[in-house]
């Protein structure tokens, strides 16, 4: 996973320099998404929930207004890894 997650960022950076200035290339970094697609026990749920900074686990809601963003405002990005973990990594835990 780990090894999977750094792979993201070298990519995209990799197809920035191969692809720029005519095609702009970023990444989206979800952490822990509320999807209902993973079997989590209620204790999991909660322990996700009390570990980011914003007091609620993010939803695909906010994975999607990410994209939009970069797709619609995002204009001077490129190169960018956006984390979308409820400042997890950049701030830890919680816990």
Known sequence: YA?????LGAITKALVRAFAPDIRINAVAPGMVDTNFADWTREDVDR???????????????IAAVVLFLVTDGSVLTGEEIVVDGGIVALGGRE
């Open 3 to 7: 090894g999977s997650k750094a792979a």
């Open 48 to 62: 996700a929930r009390v570990a980011g900074h914003i007091a609620r686990l993010v939803t695909v809601d906010d």
